[in-house]
């Protein structure tokens, strides 16, 4: 009953969570397709360039140039020779293999920018293994000239479905029959910083306190709301992804 009380009270201020604004120089061109309804900036989602990896492979590394480029070449000419270029996210597992390519962006037609990325996949390489996933960006500018680049993907960061309405209310985990909220002195509110990990699907998967709780009870507790929470998943290049993110609560006790 403790618990349900706890639930039935609790409401959050996510203030790190809060995401802001994003940079329009460093998300998707217009009318790319990028972001789904849920994801990205549609959703005022924190986006940043991805680090990872911290040097940029050339071209040639992800797909065999030459064969690349001499095919690329007869499916322009076969298509008349349209003007532009196709931008691909492109992802490697840790042993090298390509696991994933899309296109996100394209200003020539779609059939041609389809049949580009199956010779992206065609003339793929493996890579040197690596500690973890990674993924980069190709762009192709189609032309006498076919030119080939390396970009980095964008990344945003996964937030709480529910932080709109958390945000308007004090974050109160104090039980009924006690003198302070969290353990800590009903003066002195104070931060919990929740480090959280979630699926491809915005689930918590895990959930532990970093700082700002005493252990016991009350952690079990406030980790139990923690996990029932729902999240907009991480989006790396348009594609949900499992991540983690640290949640940044105040806690207040009842006056």
């Known amino acids: ?28 061109s217009a009318g790319s397709g990028f972001f789904g309804a849920e994801d990205g900036p549609a959703r ?16 040639e590394a992800l797909v065999d140039a030459d064969a690349f480029r001499a095919a690329a070449a007869r499916l322009w000419v076969a298509a008349g020779r349209p003007a532009g270029h196709v931008l691909l996210s492109i992802r490697h597992s840790p042993d090298g293999v390509q696991v994933r390519r899309a296109v996100i962006e394209s200003t020539v037609p779609q059939a041609v920018a ?29 032309g006498e ?17 529910e932080e709109e309405r958390l945000a308007a209310n004090p974050f109160d985990v104090r039980d009924q ?33 970093e700082r700002g709780v005493r252990r016991g009870v009350w952690e079990q507790r406030l980790l139990s709301y923690v996990r029932t929470m729902a999240f907009y998943p991480a989006v790396e290049d348009g ?17």
Request: include cysteine; charged fraction near 20%.
């Open 177 to 209: 029959g006690a003198g302070s909220a969290a353990g800590l002195p009903a003066t002195d509110p104070g931060l919990v910083w929740v480090r959280v990990h979630l699926d491809a699907a915005g689930r918590v998967t895990d959930a532990t306190v």
């Open 114 to 142: 389809d049949s580009l990325q199956a010779l992206v996949f065609d003339y793929r390489r493996e890579t040197p293994r690596t500690a973890g996933e990674w993924g980069v960006r190709l762009r192709v500018e189609l």
């Open 44 to 59: 005022g989602g924190r986006c940043k360039v991805s680090l990872v990896p911290t040097t940029l492979p050339k071209p």
């Open 239 to 255: 594609y949900p992804v499992a991540s983690e993110t640290t949640l940044r609560l105040r806690l207040s006790s009842i006056l």
């Open 1 to 28: 009953m403790q618990h349900q009380r706890l639930l039935s009270t609790i409401s959050a201020a996510l203030l790190a969570a809060a995401c802001a604004p994003v940079d329009p120089s460093t998300g998707p």
């Open 145 to 161: 000239a076919m030119e080939m680049s390396v970009e980095r993907r964008r990344e945003c960061a996964p937030r709480p479905r």
